[in-house]
């Protein structure tokens, strides 16, 4: 009899702690879709609106997120995409790389869990074409 409630305790707390475990992966990873979905706001001006978004889903998600722990970069880039390497003859680009950065601590059967999610993405700002030198020449109306 004994050893039948030792098993049955035993099972209890090995459902119980996957059970914690999920809830952690999956707040952890609906929090990563938000830090992908706020990349496309990302730029000069709205950084804190953006922080302040990441602390707000976050709450809602159950985890707790202060501004501080949310690292955000908008920077120059020479990064080009595919299309941009295709066409990089005809035409000139300028890209943005926006970064979002963010760790917190989880909580799972009273052990603190470090987590980490960061997500970039490559934004063009402005894409030029580039002029050839016969259209140079009949611009400048020497041919």
């Known amino acids: 009899m004994r050893n039948f409630i030792a098993v049955v305790v035993v099972v209890a707390l090995i459902g119980y702690v996957t059970v914690q475990w999920a809830n952690v992966y999956k707040a952890r990873s609906d ?17 804190a609106a953006v922080k302040q978004r990441l602390v707000d889903e976050a709450r809602k998600l159950g985890i707790d997120l202060a501004p501080d722990d949310i690292h955000i970069t908008y920077e120059d880039t020479d990064i080009r995409s595919m299309a941009q390497r295709y066409t990089s003859k005809i035409a000139t680009f300028i890209n943005k790389r926006a970064v979002i950065q963010l760790s917190y601590n989880a909580r799972l059967v009273g052990i603190s ?3 980490k999610i ?4 490559l934004k063009q700002i402005q894409a030029q074409e580039r002029q050839s030198e016969q259209t140079k020449e009949i611009l400048d109306g020497t041919q």
């Open 113 to 115: 869990l470090h987590q």
């Open 118 to 121: 960061g997500d970039s993405k």
């Open 31 to 47: 929090l990563a879709k938000v830090v992908t979905q706020q990349l496309n706001f990302v730029d000069e001006n709205s950084q």
